[in-house]
Structure formats: C-alpha cells, structure tokens
C-alpha cells in the first residue's frame, strides 16, 4: 500500500485530549443517557475543557440498531442534556466497525469542522437482554430481516457466535490452532481482570475450566465470548494545537480503515482473513513505526478468536502461526510479557464495552493511569475493534 | 430449533465467487469435515418457499 507514502496523514492533527468511564456493570439499571453522561463530563473535564467548547459529537451505531441495549442513547439526547452548540455531529453503523466514530471525530478535527469533538459508544445489553430475555442474535425481533443478514439468518446463523466460529474451526482446519491454544486468550484477560477492580469477572480462570464449559458454537465455547454489560466510555478528539491539557494528551499516529475484501461475513475467499488484514495494512503503510514497537496492544476480543485475526492482521506472527505463538501464555501476552494484551480484562472479562473499552485503557496505558495494571514505559499502543467485515485500528502514542 | 445443528459455508463448483452459509442435514457434527462434498436438498418451509440446505454426497480427501 505504497500509495500513501507522501500523502498527508491527516489523523495526525488530531489528538485525545480526554477520557471519560462510568460505571460498567451487569444489570445496573440505570439509562443509556445516565451512563453516557457520566462518561461524557468525565471526559471533558479530564481534557480541561467545558461543555461550551464541545463543538461535535460523533457515536456509533446510531439509532438503527434493533438489538436490546445495544444503542441505547442517541446523539440527540446527549446534545439536548448536555446543550451542546455543535458544528457538526455523525452516528451511525455502517463504516470501519466501531472505531468509525472515532475515525470520523478524527477526520472532522482534521478538516477543521470542529475544534473538540465527543466520542461516546454507550451499551446497555446486560439490562436490556436481561429484561426481554431476548439474547443478541438476529431476527428474534419483529422486524424484517435485511441486507447481509437475510442470506445467514433463514439457516439459524443468527449469531456473531455463529459467523465467527465458522472462521475460527477454517483456521484451525488449515493450521493447526487448538482450543487449548486459543484458550491463552480468555485466560490471559481474566489474569489481567483480577489486577482491574473495575473489570466485571475476575475469580481465576483455569484451562480445565476453559475447555469443560459448554460450546456455544464450535469451536466457540462460553469463555470464548464477551460479557454483555451496561456502561459507556467517551473521549474527548481535539485539534492538535488547540488541547488544553497537553499533560493528558495522547496522540494519533495512523489508523486503518481500510475493507479491500469483500463486505459480508461469508464471501469472503480466504475464510481465515477478515477486515482486519486489510486495516492493518492500511495502517502500517501510514506510518514508519513498525510492529516491534508496540508496546501495548487492546485487541478486540468479543470473541477469543477475533483477537487472532487482529493479532495476525497487524503482523505480530506470520500467518497461520497464532498457535505456537500464544503458547507462551503469560510470557508472551501477560503484563510482564513481551507483548501485554487487554490489561483491562478485554470484553471477555471486562465487559463488552463495543470497542471503546480497548481505547479508554490504551490511553489509560500511554498517560500512565493504568494503575495496578501499568505496562511500564509504555509508549506506543495498537487499537482494533471489530470482527468479520467490520474493522478498524489505530496506533496511539504518548506524547512525551 | 433442535440444538446441535451443523452451520456451514459451502462453496459451489459453477459459482467460484459465491459461498452460501447454510445448513448441513442428514449428517451429526462428528462426521463433518472441511471439504466435505455435499449437494443441495430444498426444504419447504411454507407455501412458496424453499430453503437451499445440504447434504453429504460422500467423504473427500483434501479440501478445497
């Protein structure tokens, strides 16, 4: 991807001023707009800024979203509780997975349509599921079925479970991987949870607790899969030049959005791949940092499989090595590891905070606020969120 | 639904572009492999619909 060599990386204007998290939980009950507020004031204030100078607002997914608690505070809302006097303002879904919002903040302090921009991503799955006994799967609702959904759901693939554990058993045909193998990462983040008294599973986690739960979808067994929570995190993106508290400002290196495959969860030709090779290449070709520079990395992990696909997209390992590569366990992903991953507990054991969980902790990790879970000297953090052909990553640095 | 069902991505030999997530029948987890060489069964589901599902039509060695 030479082609951007020589162009401007306009993410670079931009910075993360501030960081902001309520409460998360399982079934707190409180609303989507209670929590988002929580974390939004959190955030302004911790970027030495007000709610006047808050001139975008930018979220996913929008109001579109049929699934319970899975958008459960609209821009509006928070605009009208918070009067915000905006220049511009985004949510929706479709886009480069969850950190769209993000990339678009980024984009909208770059261009100079705004000069301080709030990034929220609210859930309240935990209640809402809890409440409708509905879990999140597609077509249980009354609405029709569309787009790439209709050609999955009539066969009851009705679940990310089920999409993704269709990659991981493609990825374990052809190299190798194991479920003891796999198993590293939720045993990892629940290590890292148990250090975070914010993350919401944190008695130990063992391999024979691991591969005895139950299957949810083969290969994908119970620990393979995010807690559903309720809680919101926000950031606050600012012009370069124009944050107040540089003392807590982290900075956009680049950042990879790219979808060069096809965009569906089954068309694609190599089932091993998804969105997060393409990203991940994007990235790199944006920047002269390289791989070995990463200090820390959050890496989805709504299921334990997608943090592979992230960690083989970004070139960690060569392809088709996560096996061996993750035999290492805690030498290798532990917080005294070579390469410290989900230090929060990741959505496996931290709660499934769609994407900005993993964000909130870089910046957390590159301020040096990680604490009691601190990756010393960290300097430089991989981001991704997102799984199939949703995708999107983005390398943060301190500025020091 | 009866739990287990057996979810797959088939590829079709005409159609080298396309692969049809769908369901395998008349087969238990056990005996499903990658590669596996199935062809098409219709299932009724109501008046004038029909879901393309997929049966083995015997094992294959290597996959695709």
Partial sequence: MSRYIGRRIGERDAVISGIGRSTVGRVLGRTGLSLTIDAALQAIADAGLTRDDIDGVSSYPGQSSQSPGMSPCSIAEVQDALRLQLNWHSAGGEGPGQLGALFNAIA???TGYANHVLVFRTVT???AQTASRRASVVGSGSS??????????????????????????????????TREQLGQIPLN?????????????RDPLTLDDYLD???????????DCDVPC???????VSRADAAPDLRKVVRVEALGAALTGRNSWDQRA??????????????????DLTVDDVDTAQLYDGFSFLTITWLEGLGFFPKGEAGPWLEAGEARIGLGGKLPLNTNGGQLSGGRLHGYGYLYEACAQLRGDAVGRQVEGAEVAVVAAGGGPLGGCILLTADR | MEVPYVLAVVGLDDAPDVQLTTRLVDVTPDEVQIGLAVEVTFEQVSDDLYLPLFKA???VEASR
């Fill in chain 1, 108 to 110: 909208a302090v770059s």
């Fill in chain 1, 125 to 127: 799955e935990s209640s």
């Fill in chain 1, 144 to 177: 029709r079925v569309g787009g790439n959904m209709q050609w999955m759901v009539p066969f009851h693939a009705v679940s990310a479970a089920n999409w993704i554990g269709v990659y991981a058993q493609r990825y374990m045909h052809d190299f190798g991987l």
């Fill in chain 1, 189 to 201: 983040q629940r290590r890292h949870a148990a250090l975070y008294d914010e993350a919401i599973f």
């Fill in chain 1, 213 to 223: 739960a139950r299957i949810i979808s083969y290969p994908l067994g119970l620990y």
């Fill in chain 1, 230 to 236: 309720d809680g919101s995190c926000a950031v606050v």
């Fill in chain 1, 270 to 287: 190599d089932l091993t791949e998804t969105a997060a090779h393409d990203c991940s290449k994007m990235l790199w070709a944006r920047t």
């Fill in chain 2, 57 to 59: 039509v015997g094992p």
